[in-house]
């Protein structure tokens, strides 16, 4: 089976590949990545010689190359990491979210249906399992009180570009779920943290930073709270939907780890005070920065439906996957 990853070469991307290589000798992955600044090939170093993997650059909302893919590798099914994903840089340049996250998102699920159905509600016969899994946020839900969680039917009310354009994909997903009766499951998952994370993000930011005794800058009060989940855990959840999630479905992805920044950094420092010590704590290189525009308050995901219905489980609590995390950047960084 032929399966189209969409941004494979990115953070969740490039750890869900080498897990589904692995587990399924059957599939091929065809990996479409524009290896924007977020995408890095190195992350897929131990798939490049593999011969049910190949990569492609390109653009998901170029129609005339997703068409050829489909055809030139008789895609079976899509699983659509792709999408442009900082809010800082949605804030200063909203435009490339929009045209990637929603017009791309649009390409890729009409060019599914055209290839996959005759016409509405009809699927052409050797087509008749292939299905279409959206990666999704839980930034569409706004911010909450300190109290509640997300969950599959709390209304949307993105804060950002960024949450607003995956909103968009999310809704539009939806709709050839309905009036087209292409077979979709959508995910939206929580803070996802562990290997191969882009540099710019919040931990990999904190890891970096104390390493080189630079400042390590916290917006705000450092009290905003997100519910981090780790990588390796969100690609099994990812895979358990893409398989046995019921068609039309959401299902919300979390690690039911709830820190604030501050909590954050203080225990990558305290980790890093231990496996890298120096003669001052690096919690005193912790500095506090103007806070961001539209800087949602609370995230937390209730994931109860995906335990429930399909069994899923997070092997990993906050304080094993930061020490794992923590130790896959000193390898990068050749720290030891």
């Known amino acids: 089976m032929n399966i189209l990853v969409t941004g494979g070469a990115g953070f969740i991307g490039s750890n869900f590949i080498p897990y589904v290589l692995d587990k399924y000798p059957d599939y091929s992955i065809i990996n479409l990545d524009l290896l924007t600044y977020a995408g890095n090939l190195d992350n897929l170093k131990e798939c490049e010689n593999n011969s049910r993997y190949k990569f492609i650059k390109g653009n998901i909302c170029n129609r005339d190359l997703v068409e050829f893919i489909f055809s030139e590798y008789d895609i079976q099914g899509v699983i659509h990491f792709a999408a442009e994903s900082h809010v800082d840089n949605s804030i200063k340049n909203p435009s490339v979210f929009i045209e990637t996250n929603v017009n ?76 087209y009766g292409l077979n979709t499951v959508i995910t939206n998952c929580s803070n996802n943290y562990g290997s191969k994370q882009h540099n710019e993000k919040l931990i990999p930011t904190i890891i970096r930073k104390a390493l080189a005794k630079e400042p390590i800058p916290i917006y705000g009060d450092g009290k905003n709270i997100r519910d981090w989940l780790y990588v390796l855990d969100h690609c099994k959840a990812i895979d358990l939907v893409y398989h046995n999630g019921k068609e039309a479905n959401v299902y919300n992805v979390g690690g039911k780890n709830e820190r604030t920044n501050l909590q954050i950094v203080d225990k990558i420092c305290t980790i890093l005070d231990v496996k ?43 304080d094993s996957g930061i020490v794992k995390t923590v130790e896959w950047y000193l390898n990068k960084y050749k720290v030891r």
């Open 104 to 179: 791309g998102t649009f390409t890729l699920l009409d060019v599914a249906y055209k290839y996959w159905l005759d016409k509405p509600f009809t699927y052409k016969e050797i087509y008749n399992q292939c299905r279409f899994h959206h990666i999704s946020t839980d930034e569409v839900y706004g911010t909450l009180n300190e109290t509640d969680l997300f969950t599959e039917d709390t209304p949307y009310a993105p804060n950002s570009p960024y949450s607003a354009s995956k909103a968009s994909s999310d809704m539009i997903v939806r709709s050839y779920q309905e009036t």
């Open 276 to 318: 890298v010590p120096t003669d001052k704590s690096y919690k005193e290189l912790i500095r506090f920065v103007e806070d961001r525009a539209g800087h949602d308050r609370r995230y937390a995901i209730d994931a109860t439906k995906l335990e429930n219905e399909l069994n899923w489980k997070a092997d990993e609590n906050f």
